[in-house]
């Protein structure tokens, strides 16, 4: 599986992680602008439960890491100012 290093923006939001697998659960997520949704990790965090990551909810952030097919591992984010 390749992984590179990148900048997203999107919102930070809830959804359903595996539906139908033993690993099912809520997780945090970001979607972009033009619709692609990425699983939202935190490098050294924990993959099913980040508190850091659940603050951010609600928010639209830019986040720089490493993309894992459809997993982002930030490494370090920003919170966008709404207008």
Known sequence: ???RTRQ???VVTKAD???GSKSEHQGV???TRSGE???LR???GNAFNDESLEA???TTISGNGMVSGKTFIL???TVKKSK
Do not use: A, H, N, T
Request: no cysteine; charged share 25%.
């Open 1 to 3: 599986m390749e992984s």
């Open 8 to 10: 997203i923006v999107g």
């Open 17 to 19: 992680i595996s539906p």
């Open 29 to 31: 997520v970001l979607r």
């Open 37 to 39: 949704e990425f699983v």
């Open 42 to 44: 935190r490098l050294g």
């Open 56 to 58: 951010l909810v609600g």
């Open 75 to 77: 490494k370090d984010w």
